[in-house]
């Protein structure tokens, strides 16, 4: 018990400190690239991070990938890589409107064949998928260099929500 006790105390006093350091950049470095570092419980085979495929920390997913579609304020949807979209009457398609010149790190294109590309992609290799966005979807469709149409075999209310996840989609 004491010695539970010792660390609970060495905690609490290694974060005060944390929080009572102070963080003053020099105003010179402020035009400087930031890096970002990131803490994983285990090793990340970067070089298997597909997000239809692979298994790693959700973390990681959400620091090198972008969703069509992010939660907002009070369970609101938000754009991601895709700046509006509707929704059919029935329910069963979706129209994305990308955000023109967007980039993958490679400096190739975000567009309608790459969202195609990746969610055919996720349904292929995720075949016992319980997603509605995988399970429903019938066909997807590029209307132009910045529309896709997603169309669903029934009324699939949770596709948005499922937009919102890196992985696999």
Same mark, same amino acid.
């Given at each position: ?12 006093? !290694? &974060? ?26 285990? =090793? ?13 920390? &959700? ?13 907002? *304020? ?8 895709? =700046?509006?979209? *509707? ?25 309608? =064949?790459?969202?195609?590309?990746? $969610?055919?992609? !996720? ?19 590029? $209307? ?10 029934? &009324?699939?209310?949770?596709?948005? !929500? ?8």
């Amino acid at each position: 018990m004491k010695k539970m006790f010792g660390i609970v105390i060495s905690m609490l006093a !290694a &974060i005060s400190l944390v929080g009572c350091s102070s963080n003053n950049q020099d105003a010179s470095k402020k035009d400087e690239k930031a890096t970002v570092n990131i803490a994983i419980s285990n =090793e990340s085979n970067a070089q298997q991070l597909d997000a239809t495929s692979y298994d790693a920390d &959700i973390a990681l997913y959400g620091a090198v990938y972008e969703p069509l579609v992010e939660y907002g *304020e009070k369970g609101a949807y938000k754009p991601g890589l895709a =700046e509006s979209w *509707e929704i059919s009457e029935d329910g069963k398609k979706y129209v994305f409107h990308l955000k023109k010149d967007v980039k993958f790190s490679d400096g190739s294109d975000v567009n309608a =064949e790459a969202v195609k590309f990746t $969610i055919d992609r !996720a349904k292929a290799k995720n075949e016992t998928s319980d997603l509605q966005t995988l399970t429903n979807l019938k066909k997807i469709e590029v $209307i132009d260099d910045a529309t896709v149409a997603m169309h669903f075999s029934k &009324i699939s209310n949770q596709v948005l !929500a499922e937009l919102c996840q890196t992985r696999p989609l």
